[in-house]
């Protein structure tokens, strides 16, 4: 029967803060106190193991931190043990070796480069989703159904996301935009996200190549828009109401005259232009044209 390491290298995860879990932190605090009540003999029978050990502890701490050098005292006083067992460790195995002052292990290197490559590749495997997904939604809320996209399309999509860098923003106006896209040199054509995601389409039509992108209004936009119009029409109606007030305040003809008068715009030719929302203040006090340009005149002389 073969063994397993005749097979394939095995492999098991050993996580980074090992040590500090909770149950290993009671085990080395119950052989602690064991070890005072060891034999000579028994103590020597974890000697061998407990450097074994520490290689694993030594490992933990490179994984998250740089180990200096002028650093050993400082990871033996956090061990509990004579710096002089960790520097045999470090020095005299070629489990380790030294680079600009700080120890390394081309293994935990390779931990590293793997742990890192893993990051990235996660990271963009959820920005891949994310796009698919927001695609997706802006294409069926457009179109009316969701796209039916190829590998091929996916990897054009996927690399546009690299060459756009604000691309899941402006996909709904990308996406609104085809949907009315039309060329005079081909009545047939049809607008589709596999044409979209076909040689640079996309990246032409982000360009303004087929023409300025069109926005289409979010459901957010349209509510701003109709909460700013509410507002304006509570403000104009505020208004009037100030307007409709200051006018029934007015009981004599001298005053409405000035009242007026006040609010005719200056004109050159001598023509009055009087805002139809005056009319009814006139005819209250059966003002005249000529009344009103004469108080014009006496202002006039006055300043």
């Known amino acids: 029967m073969a063994k397993v390491s005749e097979i394939t290298k095995p492999y098991f995860s050993h996580d980074e803060s090992a040590s500090q879990d909770g149950k290993i932190l009671k085990m080395f605090r119950d052989f602690r ?27 933990e701490f490179m994984h998250g931190n740089n180990l200096l050098v002028d650093d050993i005292d400082v990871l033996a006083d956090d061990l509990r043990i004579d710096t002089k067992f960790v520097k045999q460790i470090l020095d005299d195995y070629d489990l380790f070796h030294i680079e600009d002052d700080c120890y390394i292990s081309d293994r935990i290197m390779r931990n590293l480069n793997k742990q890192q490559a893993k990051s990235e590749n996660s990271r963009v495997a959820v920005q891949t989703r994310w796009l698919l997904s927001d695609f997706d939604k802006n294409y069926e809320d457009v179109f009316g159904k969701k796209p039916i996209l190829s590998s091929e399309e996916i990897e054009a999509l996927k690399k546009y996301s690299s060459q756009i860098e604000d691309l899941r923003e402006k996909l709904p106006d990308l996406i609104y935009t085809l949907k009315g896209l039309k060329f005079e040199t081909d009545t047939k054509f049809i607008p589709t996200a596999n044409w979209l995601l076909k040689g640079n389409n996309l990246l032409r039509l982000y360009n303004g190549e087929f023409g300025k992108l069109k926005h289409k209004k979010t459901a957010k936009e349209i509510e701003e828009e109709q ?12 208004d009037e109401i100030e307007f409709t007030t ?7 003809k001298s005053d409405a005259i000035a009242f007026i008068a006040k609010r005719i715009p200056h004109n050159a030719d001598g023509k ?12 209250k006090f059966d003002i005249i044209d000529r009344e009103i340009k004469d108080f014009l005149n006496e202002q006039e002389e006055v300043f």
């Open 272 to 283: 009055l232009f009087i805002n139809p929302s005056l009319k009814p203040l006139c005819e």
């Open 246 to 252: 200051q006018i029934n305040s007015i009981y004599n």
């Open 33 to 59: 106190k064991m070890s005072k009540e060891m034999s000579q003999e028994e103590l020597e029978s974890f000697v061998a193991v407990g450097a074994y050990g520490i290689f694993w502890r030594i490992v």
């Open 227 to 238: 909460k700013k119009a509410l507002e304006k029409q509570a403000e104009q109606s505020k």
